[in-house]
């Protein structure tokens, strides 16, 4: 991946600074020192930001000794996937780390916090691409045939020397030559997004996350047997009005124990699981039908239509009324 994006230079400079605030630019979010009094004894070291911004994703490449952290940005759920060019970089998310070089990438999911300290020793270069959170759940939609019911979370280090790794990293060198190419025909929209729905869909199949099994035609091995029970009593009432107390019961254990099944499991509290199912299918009938809104959300189990519109904006970031103009 030789100098990748080097037609579209952010930032060029001696002033850390000027690093921080393009890459803020470039993918939105908070990115800062890490730790804050790492501006230190780099004003003499050069700092260097090539990146494009598209609809579904932006993605950079970084040339710099800088330590930093970065979180989410506000209203906008994304994944990140690092992949080193040269030299190293120490990465962590949460209590994981890894190192990301050229044999190992590092994927955060939305709502993470990530850490990237380059090793000094080395020239050190590495890319990350952002991408939208709806665009992952599109496509696993279109391989499983449903969307998923929480937030795919991917497993930390992805191996890009392996077989399926591979492919991903093969995939976003694509990309990159792509947009490097200078051919107009690159720059059109529809080009770059079938790329990266290349990208996304390698990603699903190439590193374990929190809903592999679904993509194996069956539940996932690892869920034990109460949580499968709970996972069955929500498809099968929906409809109507669930608390914590009736899937605990369901499922034969304790609030606190099914509460940390599904948060061990799949990323979230029964609850949570809950409403997102309900919204998710709301959605769909919405684009199925010409029924009020109304009408569909009632039916689903909604009590209070302020709350659910809420929600629902928050989950697919337009209102139930945006996706009914649709039909």
């Not at 093969?170 to 190419?181: A, C, F, P």
Request: with cysteine; charged share 20%; aromatic share 6%.
């Amino acid at each position: 991946m030789p100098e990748p994006l080097r037609n579209y230079l952010m930032a060029k400079s001696r002033n850390p600074v000027d690093l921080l605030n393009a890459a803020t630019r470039l993918f939105g979010g908070s990115i800062t020192t890490s730790p804050l009094s790492g501006l230190s004894g780099l004003s003499c070291a050069d700092h260097e930001l090539h990146g494009v911004v598209a609809d579904d994703f932006a993605v950079g490449c970084f040339a710099s000794p800088l330590d930093v952290r970065v979180a989410s940005a506000g209203g906008r759920r994304s994944y990140f996937v690092n992949i080193g060019v040269t030299g190293a970089v120490k990465a962590s998310r949460g209590s994981l780390s890894a190192t990301l070089d050229r044999t190992t990438a590092g994927i955060v999911n939305p709502g993470d916090t990530q850490e990237l300290r380059p090793v000094r020793s080395t020239r050190t270069r590495f890319v990350g691409l952002r991408i939208d959170a709806a665009l992952v759940e599109q496509e696993f939609t279109a391989l499983t045939g449903h969307p998923p019911v929480s937030t795919i979370r991917f497993d930390f280090a992805l191996d890009v020397a392996a077989s399926k790794g591979r492919a991903v990293r093969l995939l976003v060198r694509s990309l990159l030559e792509q947009l490097d190419s200078g051919d107009p025909l690159f720059q059109r929209q529809e080009l770059q997004r079938s790329q990266l729905r290349c990208i996304v869909t390698a990603l699903l199949l190439a590193q374990p996350h929190s809903h592999t099994g679904d993509l194996r035609d069956g539940p996932h091995p690892g869920h034990p047997r109460s949580l499968r029970t709970a996972l069955a009593f929500i498809e099968a009432h929906l409809t109507e009005r669930i608390t914590l107390g009736d899937i605990a019961e369901a499922a034969a254990c304790s609030p606190r124990t099914i509460s940390s099944a599904f948060r061990d499991r799949l990323g979230l509290s029964p609850l949570s699981y809950v409403r997102n199912l309900r919204l998710d299918r709301i959605r769909a009938d919405i684009l199925a039908s010409t029924d009020p809104v109304g009408t569909i959300a009632y039916r689903w189990g909604v009590s209070h239509l302020g709350r659910f519109a809420a929600e629902y904006r928050g989950r697919f970031a337009e209102l139930p009324s945006d996706t009914a103009s649709r039909r």
